[in-house]
């Protein structure tokens, strides 16, 4: 189970308030490595006393500031290790152009991450070269490919050659795919026979908190 983690603000009207209406206020006041962390403790925490019955990796997003700190590796081996979790449970994605970008002072946590037995991911990924440089550049285990190349599927054939030889790439490498924005039963069954790894989308999951898996 796959588990693609994000931050909610508590609303007046439905209990939630979208991320843009409250992140804005958090990068003004250069809290987003501290937002990192605690969305990493508040995740392994579930996870730690969660019983979903099956494996789990729960996919965050940490901010390329966060990657770029020096204590960010240890911070997250310090989390996992105080909990007794097994690395693997952890998935950090980085969206493509960033990773593919990726500054050498990044590397060290890259590495030290992958040493401990953490996943990368590459978040956004168009099926291109750069997707490719980004996965090398972050020893991904995952990529996330595109909702706007998912959408086209099935009505433009460039998308779908594309989707497919990335994936026959992957799949080759050991990297698993997973379909962004699938929210049509015909696109989900086409990622099927291409042999995408993982969908997700509103027509399989709709946004739930983490308790409801357990």
Known sequence: LLLDVSIRSRGEEDGQTMPGLFLTLIERNELMEELDRHMIERALDWCLSARPGREVILNLSPTLGSILAPDFAPFVEGALRARQLDPGVLCLE??????????????????????LGCNFAVGSASCSTASRIAMRALRAQFMRISGTLVQNLLDCAASLTRVAAANKICRGTGVHTVAERVEDSSVLRRLEEIGVSYAQGLNIEDHRPLAFYG
């Not at 980085?94 to 040493?115: C, F, G, I, K, Y």
């Open 94 to 115: 980085v969206s493509e152009d960033v990773a593919s970008a990726l500054p050498p002072s990044a590397q060290p946590t890259v590495e030290d991450l992958s040493r």
